[in-house]
DNA sequence: CACTAATCGAGACGGTACGTCGCGTCTTGTG
DNA sequence: CACAAGACGCGACGTACCGTCTCGATTAGTG
């Protein structure tokens, strides 16, 4: 998600071009003060203290501070780069492993409930997640495409069910606590999410 | 969850009796002004004014906001009651279902995303939840025992996992949707969760 | 001028009653601040803070900050009581020192340029300011046209136009300096006034 | 008044001249506005708007928002020749309403208010004002005196009390309204003027 | 004909104040 | 005591305007 009105409207280089460490600093700030106080008490007037500007350069990058949060706590990056290989279990337990890292940062655990909260609120927000998951679906949907073709699993067997599963899980465990999110946990879950799509 | 002062501290009917139905009406516009406006604009002067009482009545039954909205959104009665008998998956079935019923209210999905983000900043909140489903917890833990003794279940399962799946699941449809969690969803994910802990 | 909303509308008495010693702390603040900061540097959230008490608390007594000046600066007893007696030019003398005192305390002083540039943005505040001189004016009428009788003046004389000039003399004064508006002051303009409508 | 920094300092020359047609559009559209919103709503982003540039082109020209506005409202031309002749009374009147005419534009009428509240706080306008009326002081003050040697007036009557009186009549009726300063306010103000000075 | 220097448009920048809103608490008068 | 009413302290919100700045692109005169 890059800061928001770099659309086409702009002629191009017109005006006075937006410091570029404004963002970074704003990003890095926020990410600071979500762990130190958390979402509850995130204020925009902090993040523009913190980073060393003022609450209109932000509202001038974000709609609001929760697209401000979701850019901090989740960047582009976050779930990019899946490697799958040949064996089924060990790409599915990467899955969940990897999914489980990418919540369980201090800074997206301290961004999560909140930012769930605001979906309602702001469905921009809401398309912005859903659309960064949507190449993981299908990623994942057409690796167990391979697996039905070679028999490692029902072919009846849905993707979509098996992430929502899994995302649940974690998300589960990063709002609720305290269930420890090792990797025996990692195992187990797998486990079942395997041996629940067998032939 | 009993309104708070109504406990230990009174010396029993000393001065005016609380109106009976303050109680009733405040839940009764907690719903509908969730339902209708969403957890994040729901105010506490909205809520006495549809229940036609002020704001000092509703902090003398409830410590805040939040604790009015989850007992609103998620009384008592439930997640009781689950009739279990002989087979497993007719069991495991009505479970996810009675999971999937209880938060796919109108009022309940409204209440939800809110809900999470203050139990960091209410923890009293976040216990009474937890203490909610330990019964529950419960109850499927014993059920998966005698499964395992009869050999439908490996003897290594967790419930613990099992649920958290499921949880997760339904959360993530109310969440994130609009997945449609009807009865063929249930089905699939019965499926993946019985076969996933088979022997 | 009593601070907004004493009006009629409300049941009389219900719900907390207003802090008296916010009102009086505010205007005392307003009036330090006005002197120590000027009329330009005067902010609702000085003043709060100065009165020891909050932004919401003054709106809930005055609509806007100018309101608050004025009624600092021009408290309802300002220009009462005039005491005139039978002779002319004392009583003349009198009004016009009466009203330089009044124009150039610290205060009024400070605030009075600033208030006459909200006279447009606020018609209320106009028209607080002219009721309050209609009562001066029609005093003046009346002992003019009681000199008229008298013969010590032309019939045809307007008290409008003589409290208009020595007014504006007073205000051009306080306004543009650096004339001295002294004793010598009052007898030179009382001087040309009652000479100029003499018979 | 000069547009500012055409002064000494250039080098005559050097660089790209300056479009002359900006100056006067911004004053053109200073005045429009002026009497459009006012001057409490008066915004530099507007004026450059209306008069089809940008804020940048205006503050190279003038220092600030109310050295346009007092350029706009006063030009220089303002209240210059005045050709006294023969007769005191017909001079006076033609002084009084000269003032009246100045003051009472819709243009000046909407600038005066907010012009006198800068004052305080930009020393260098009030000077240009002072500056300004200074040739008609003096004018007036030796017009009075060829009047004393002539025995039409006091010999210690002060030419410095007349105008303030005056003035600060004109300026009450713009501030203040809603009196009418026609023609017969006109005869009555030299009227009383007049035999206020006669020996 | 390049070079220099100031202007142009556009728009972001730091700063400051605005007026509003919601929270959870309190202080009245009346049952 | 509870209740209706509404003020209270607190703290954050998102907006607006100020006067300054930094761009790339013009538009002269100068070397």
Redesign the interface.
């Known amino acids: 998600m890059v800061p928001t009105t770099t659309n086409d409207a702009s002629p191009r280089g017109a005006g006075r071009p937006r410091d570029p460490r404004i963002e970074q600093a704003a990003l890095a700030a926020t990410r600071e003060l979500l762990v130190e106080v ?3 008490r995130l204020t925009v007037a902090a993040v523009a203290g913190r980073a060393g500007t003022t609450k209109a350069a932000l509202y001038r990058r974000w709609p609001s501070l929760p697209h401000l949060v979701y850019e901090a706590a989740f960047p582009d990056e976050l779930l990019s780069g899946w490697q799958l290989g040949a064996d089924l279990r060990t790409d599915l337990a990467g899955i969940v492993a990897g999914t489980r890292d990418a919540f369980t940062t201090p800074v997206a655990a301290a961004a999560l ?2 930012l ?6 702001h469905p921009a927000l ?1 398309n912005a ?2 659309t960064r998951f949507a190449g993981v679906f299908a990623t994942v949907d057409e690796r167990l495409r391979t697996a039905a073709d070679a028999g490692e699993v029902r072919s009846d ?2 993707s ?3 992430m ?10 990063v ?2 606590g305290p ?1 420890q999110l090792d990797d025996a ?1 990692t195992e ?2 797998t ?8 032939p």
Chains 1, 2, 3, 4 share one sequence.
């Open positions: 958390g979402y509850a409930p909140g769930l909260a605001e979906f309602s609120t809401h997640l859903l067997a849905r979509e069910d098996l929502r599963l899994m995302i649940g899980a974690v998300l589960l465990g709002l609720l269930e946990w187990r879950i486990a079942v999410l395997l041996e629940g799509v067998r």
